[in-house]
C-alpha cells in the first residue's frame, strides 16, 4: 500500500459495534474493512488499519447495485481486498447508520447519497448576505432525514456588525438546533465546535459555495491542508472544493468537506418536515379537519396562527413547499 498516514485504529475512524457486526461475513471471506476517504471519477481512497490506498469497484458490485446510491460515497464503510499492486478491489458496502440524501439533479426519481455514517452535519451558512432562511429550513430538513444531529455554523461573523441579529432569526426557526457564529479568518467561536468531534465522531459540512468550509475546516485543523480563495468583489467567497473528502483531525474525530449545492431537493424527508416545522404541525394538531391543508379551509389552527402573527406567512408557504415536493416524488 502507499500510505501517508499508517497504523490507523478502526475505533479512530469511526468504527463501531453497528459495522463490526455487519463485517462478520465478510471477514470470512478474508477482506479487510475500511472507510472511504474521497470518491472520484479515478476510483476511491480509503483508510485502511495499515494506512491509505487507492480502490476500486469490482465488477460483481458495480453490476449487482440497484443505482448509484448502492456505490460507495465518502463516508462509507467497505469490505476490500488488497491487491498485488498496493491497492485494493472493493467488493461490499457495510450497511449505513446514516446518509445525507437528495434527489439527483436533471433526474426524476433518482436518490444521490451526498454523505454516509455521518454524527452530526453542520449546515453552513455566510453572514455576508448568503443567509437564507427558506434554505436553511431546506436543509435543517434534509439533515433530521438523515439521522444526524443538525448544527447551524454562521460562518464569517468578522463581517457581519451585529451577529446577534442574524442568530436570533436562526434560532427562530432551527428549534433546538445548536447555533454558533464563527469567523474561519480569525477563530473567532471555532474551538467551540471541537466538541461535537469527541471521541471520534464523523462532523459532514453542507452549505452552499463560497460560504468558507474549506476555510473552516483549515481552522480546525490547525494548517492550509484545502485550497480556499479570496473573497471576490461582490463580497462573496469563490468555491474551491470540487469533491467530498474525509478528513482526520490531529485532536480526534473526522471531517468531511464538501462541494458547494447549487441546488437542493428533497428526497425523502417526511420524518425531517415533522422536526424541522414542529411548531407548524403542533398548530396543525389543532384544525378543525385531520387532513386540513391550511390553504383556505375553515377551522384552521394554522392559518389563525398566521393572522394573529404568531406563525409567519412565509413559513408557512415553506412547509407548503416542501409538502408538495415530497407529494409529487411519492
Known sequence: MTTSTTDIRLERLGWSDHFAEAFEAHA??????????????????????????????????????????????????????????????????????????????FLETQEQVVAANVDTVFLVTALDGDLSLRRLERYLTMAWESGSDPVVVLTKSDLCDEVEVPVAEVEAIAYGVPVHAVSGVTGAGVEELRRYFAGDRTIALLGSSGVGKSTLVNRLLGQELLDTQEVRADGRGRHTTTRRELILLPEGGLVLDTPGMRELQLWSADEGVGETFSDVEELAAGCRFADCEHEREPGCAVLAAVDDGSLELARLRSYRKLGRELRALE
Open 28 to 105: 470470512d471471506d478474508g477482506l479487510l474493512p475500511a472507510r472511504v476517504t474521497v470518491h472520484n471519477r479515478g476510483g476511491y481512497r480509503l483508510y485502511a488499519e495499515a494506512g491509505e490506498l487507492d480502490a476500486e469497484i469490482s465488477g460483481r458490485l458495480r453490476h449487482e447495485a440497484a443505482g448509484p446510491q448502492d456505490l460507495p460515497v465518502a463516508g462509507d464503510w467497505v469490505a476490500f481486498a488488497p491487491t498485488e499492486d498496493g491497492r485494493g478491489t472493493i467488493h461490499a458496502v457495510l450497511p449505513r447508520r446514516t446518509k445525507f440524501s437528495r434527489k439527483a439533479a
